[in-house]
Antibody, heavy 121, light 110 residues
Framework: QVQLQESGPGLVKPSETLSLTCTVS????????WSWIRQPPGKGLEYIGY???????NSNPSLKSRVTISADTSKNQFSLKLSSVTAADTAVYYC???????????????WGQGTLVTVSS | QTVVTQEPSLSVSPGGTVTLTCGLS?????????PNWYQQTPGQAPRTLIY???TRSSGVPDRFSGSILGNKAALTVTGAQADDECDYYC??????????FGGGTKLTVL
């Protein structure tokens, strides 16, 4: 059974960079697509972006200028960096795996438990 | 930017049927958007109910079904139960690896 675990600071100061890592166990990140999703307290889900294990990525146009997603196959991890954060970036951040077949990705089949990141001075 | 629309809240009687919808601020939802439906209970990560419009995820009871109704994706819950009371989100494929969540529907069973 694939398991994902988010890790990183729970508190980030405004204007700084939020950095999170997702460690995957029970399977390899190679050959799969992976995503970050966030959820502000009491609000809905927001798709941040994806990475393929080879390194190709894309992200939500509204966040694109601030988002970097990378993967480290040697550590079986992928990471999120979000720069110039404000209070609006306070959210539970989830990492998840895409279920894909024949070149098409269909749904997020495994999720981490989520980690709350608060932006505050 | 395209907005994905959902009813903010709906209610259903125990044993009743309810349909949640997922639309676009501009245009129609079609099967090419590969609609997903996720269920989220408080404090938990979402779990997939339906993907690729109508495919039920493993272990999901058949009282959950997905379809396209008119110009929207739809999730129908037949024979609603008390533990169906939670939040539901649709997710649409906008192409180039960009997906967009709807705002979510809070379903009340009463």
């Amino acid at each position: 059974q694939v398991q994902l675990q988010e890790s990183g600071p729970g508190l980030v100061k405004p204007s700084e960079t939020l950095s999170l890592t997702c460690t995957v166990s029970g399977g390899s990140i190679s050959g799969h697509f992976w995503s970050w999703i966030r959820q502000p307290p009491g609000k809905g889900l927001e798709y941040i972006g994806y990475i393929y294990s080879s390194g190709s990525t894309n992200s939500n146009p509204s966040l694109k200028s601030r988002v970097t997603i990378s993967a480290d196959t040697s550590k079986n991890q992928f990471s999120l960096k979000l720069s110039s954060v404000t209070a609006a970036d306070t959210a539970v951040y989830y990492c998840a795996r895409w279920h894909c077949s024949a070149g098409t990705c269909y749904h997020l089949d495994f999720w981490g438990q989520g980690t709350l990141v608060t932006v505050s001075s | 930017q395209t907005v994905v629309t959902q009813e903010p809240s709906l209610s259903v009687s125990p044993g009743g049927t309810v349909t949640l919808t997922c639309g676009l601020s501009s245009g129609s939802v079609s099967t090419s958007h590969h609609p997903n439906w996720y269920q989220q209970t408080p404090g938990q990560a979402p779990r997939t109910l339906i993907y690729n419009t109508e495919t039920r995820s493993s272990g999901v009871p058949d009282r959950f079904s997905g379809s396209i109704l008119g110009n929207k994706a739809a999730l129908t819950v037949t024979g609603a139960q008390a533990d169906d009371e939670c939040d539901y989100y649709c997710l649409l494929d906008m192409g180039s690896g960009i997906w967009v969540f709807g705002g979510g529907t809070k379903l009340t069973v009463l």
